[in-house]
């Protein structure tokens, strides 16, 4: 699309173009009183408008470089009330809070296994969903530099990585994920 790689709002241009029509609407009524040319002014101004407002949203999402966080599906909800029994006990407020939680992690947070492959949908929710619960009272803060590793002993590269989850505890923490209020 055209409106992806532009970085600068242009907002003097549109300003003009704005006036001018908005100058030139009563002007045709009460000067050349042509009321047909004065509704196709009004019409261009707000198919103009909202060109210029989703231009303007563009270039704000372009340079604040915001991702959408992933949205979980009917299948991934019933996998975490299937792999987490705690999860159906939460009450509303909290699972949104959590799928939100998770939606981002996976839109901004690598998640990878002992190997440095990319781990299944359904671990890296997994993960997602523990590192929650276990940083429930935190402030919520994401990088985009980080790595999250689902992997059977220490990671290859231990610096690089945000939060481990190791295989052999995965089940005890599975068992035991439910965010507590402090």
Not at 2 to 25: G, M, Q
Not at 96 to 102: A, E, P, Q
Request: contains cysteine; proline residues 3%.
């Amino acid at each position: 699309m055209v409106f992806n790689k532009i970085t600068e709002y242009r907002f003097p241009f549109w300003i003009a173009v704005f006036s001018f029509l908005l100058i030139s609407i009563p002007f045709s009524v009460m000067v050349l009183e042509n009321l047909p040319l004065a509704k196709v002014l009004g019409a261009m101004l707000v198919i103009l408008l909202l060109v210029a407002l989703r231009f303007w949203f563009s270039v704000a999402r372009n340079r604040n470089n915001i991702v959408p966080r992933v949205v979980l599906n009917k299948n991934d909800l019933f996998d975490l009330n299937k792999d987490f029994s705690s999860f159906k006990s939460i009450s509303s407020e909290d699972k949104d809070i959590i799928l939100n939680r998770i939606g981002i992690l996976l839109s901004r947070v690598k998640f990878v296994d002992g190997n440095n492959q990319l781990l299944e949908r359904r671990e890296a929710i997994q993960t997602a969903y523990i590192y929650v619960c276990e940083n429930w009272t935190d402030d919520f803060v994401v990088n985009a530099n980080w790595i999250f590793s689902l992997s059977k002993g220490d990671p290859v590269n231990k610096a690089e990585i945000k939060f481990t989850l190791l295989i052999d505890s995965f089940d005890q923490k599975k068992a035991l994920s439910i965010p507590v209020k402090s």
